[in-house]
């Protein structure tokens, strides 16, 4: 029954979204999103899928959906998932992932809304050792 199935929360994961660095290319273009696995042990058989959607001068807009895997995804390491270009950055992004723990498999959905990536909402992103704006 569906009461008996438990519900465990996502923790010690994250997504950030962090702008390039002057001396990386197309960094005037292109900001980067990372995937933080902040857990002692790896996970498995991670699937995110992206995509965007809102308004951009009126027009509503939606990007393609693209999907990435890992089989695994070490402890305490980061992945890249993908560029962004900054004009979809006016948009929502949404991220969702899902993956394998201890024989459970998790699933959580991380949206950056339109204006949550401005720099007053930087942070210091772990392992990166860089500025952006990450949810947990």
Same mark, same amino acid.
């Given at each position: 029954?569906?009461?008996?199935?438990?519900?465990?929360?996502?923790?010690?994961?994250?997504?950030?979204?962090?702008?390039?660095?002057?001396?990386?290319?197309? #960094?005037?273009?292109? +900001?980067?999103? %990372?995937?933080?696995? /902040?857990?002692?042990?790896?996970?498995?058989?991670?699937?995110?899928?992206?995509?965007?959607?809102?308004?951009?001068? $009126?027009?509503?807009?939606?990007?393609?959906?693209?999907? %990435?895997? +890992?089989?695994?995804? $070490?402890?305490?390491?980061?992945?890249?998932?993908?560029?962004?270009?900054?004009?979809? /950055?006016?948009?929502?992004?949404? %991220? +969702?992932?899902?993956?394998? %723990?201890?024989?459970?498999?998790?699933?959580?959905?991380?949206?950056?809304?339109? $204006?949550?990536?401005?720099?007053?909402?930087?942070?210091?992103?772990?392992?990166? #050792?860089?500025? $952006?704006?990450?949810?947990?």
């Amino acid at each position: 029954m569906k009461k008996d199935i438990p519900i465990l929360k996502v923790e010690d994961l994250a997504i950030a979204i962090v702008p390039r660095m002057d001396h990386e290319e197309d #960094h005037e273009e292109f +900001w980067d999103t %990372y995937l933080l696995n /902040l857990k002692d042990e790896p996970i498995r058989s991670v699937l995110v899928n992206s995509t965007g959607y809102g308004e951009i001068d $009126g027009e509503p807009r939606k990007t393609t959906t693209l999907r %990435y895997f +890992w089989e695994e995804i $070490g402890p305490l390491e980061v992945v890249k998932i993908e560029p962004v270009q900054k004009a979809v /950055l006016r948009i929502a992004n949404e %991220y +969702w992932v899902s993956f394998s %723990y201890n024989d459970y498999l998790y699933d959580k959905k991380y949206v950056f809304v339109p $204006g949550s990536l401005d720099e007053m909402n930087f942070t210091e992103i772990p392992f990166l #050792h860089r500025k $952006g704006v990450m949810i947990r």
